[in-house]
């Protein structure tokens, strides 16, 4: 009676031992699970705000740069050709509005907005940026000064971020779906040792294959210890095969939020060297283009090398090293798996093409590192 009770609290133990790695497994999915869709969700965040803020800081620029000439606020001409030249390089700004604190007023807003209802003038006296966001949108509120440092208006834009939402609970129903999959054939393995390693009371169904095991194999099944081992090896291989398809999903997820981004960025630095060949200065000898890319590729990690082109691909300007992005395969030149080479023309007039932009993104490097 003895030996029986103390078998029975010997399965008991057992069977304690088996939940262990089970509560480990669950706990190593939980936790990669919960990091991978932080960093999914923070950096597209992150991008779509960085990409609103550029966009909100080239116009307020553009539109403080034409008040250097002494034109007042509300009688700017260029205003709506400023705004406009703006909305194209982001698909998901859905308003633009800016309003004058000497008139009181909206000068120019691309749909009918009261934007005066949303504003409090002293936050533009005060010279601050505001934003507000709910679930699929965000507004972003800077304040427009003269010369003289004054305060004279603000602009205000209105930004659709459902795109960014949508990226996120897709990113998160794919992480989900990727941890059901791999905790349930855990549990599966984690069941068959269980049997082979730490049950004394085997159904009948499976004894004859168990001993049969049993007797061909050189070591003894059963032995708790051999089990456990077991279960560690699993977790920590199982893991790491968690973590690379988590990996593989986070890529997957950010390569084309990261090729949007360069996509406007690319487009931006062919309107401002379009802004200095309107002026008739000859393409070949545009001054502080390289200072510009330079500027840029320090505060946008992604991009690789910016190069300006003309027609014929005569390289005219560079920042970076592009050689690294490419390679020779069959005797012909192509990228390298990681990279990404976005180009824009270059237009004078809006009509005569003179040239390109050419804009890599090193895509692995930003998406590896998470940065």
């Known amino acids: 009676m003895e030996n029986q009770k103390e078998a029975i609290i010997t399965q008991e133990s057992r069977y304690h031992l088996w939940l262990i790695p089970v509560l480990l497994w669950a706990i190593a999915l939980t936790m990669t699970t919960a990091y991978y869709y932080s960093a999914t969700k923070n ?5 779509y705000k960085e990409s609103y803020n550029f966009v909100a800081a080239d116009l307020k620029k553009n539109i403080e740069k034409e008040l250097v000439s002494g034109f ?6 260029k205003a709506q050709q400023i705004i406009k030249s703006s909305l194209s390089l982001s698909s998901h700004i859905s308003n633009v509005s800016l309003y004058s604190l000497e008139a009181m007023q909206v000068i120019f807003s691309t749909k009918e907005d009261n934007i ?3 504003l409090r003038h002293d936050w533009l006296k005060d010279g601050e940026q505001f934003v507000f966001n709910d679930a699929n949108s965000a507004q972003i509120i800077t304040p427009i000064t003269n010369v003289l440092g004054e305060h004279v208006g603000g602009l205000l834009l209105d930004y659709n971020f459902a795109p960014a939402t949508k990226v996120v609970n897709e990113a998160l129903s794919s992480i989900l779906k990727e941890a059901v999959v791999y905790f349930t054939f855990g549990i599966g393995i984690f069941l068959i040792i269980y049997y082979l390693f730490f049950s004394y009371n085997l159904i009948e169904i499976t004894r004859p294959a168990i001993e049969k095991l049993r007797s061909v194999n050189k070591f003894t099944l059963g ?5 456990l081992l077991l279960n560690a090896i699993i977790i920590c291989g199982g893991g790491y095969l968690f973590n690379c398809d988590l990996e593989a999903k986070y890529s997957g997820n950010m390569t084309p939020i990261v090729n949007d981004r360069g996509k406007m960025l690319s487009l931006w630095s062919a309107r401002k060297i379009e802004s200095m060949v309107n002026l008739n200065i000859p393409f070949s000898v545009i001054g502080d283009v390289e200072d510009l890319f330079n500027m840029l590729m320090q505060n946008n990690s992604e991009i690789s090398y910016i190069l300006v082109t003309d027609n014929v691909g005569h390289v005219i300007y560079k920042a970076g090293d592009p050689a690294k992005a ?10 390298v798996e990681g990279y990404n080479n976005l180009t824009e023309q270059v237009r004078r007039n809006a009509t005569e093409g003179v040239g390109w932009v050419q804009l890599g993104l ?3 490097g930003l998406i590896g590192g998470k940065k």
């Open 43 to 47: 950096k597209v965040y992150d991008y």
């Open 223 to 227: 032995k708790p210890a051999l089990g």
């Open 326 to 335: 490419f390679t020779e395969k069959d005797g012909k030149t192509i990228l």
């Open 116 to 118: 005066g209802a949303r």
């Open 72 to 77: 007042k606020l509300y009688g700017l001409s």
């Open 362 to 364: 090193h895509i692995d």
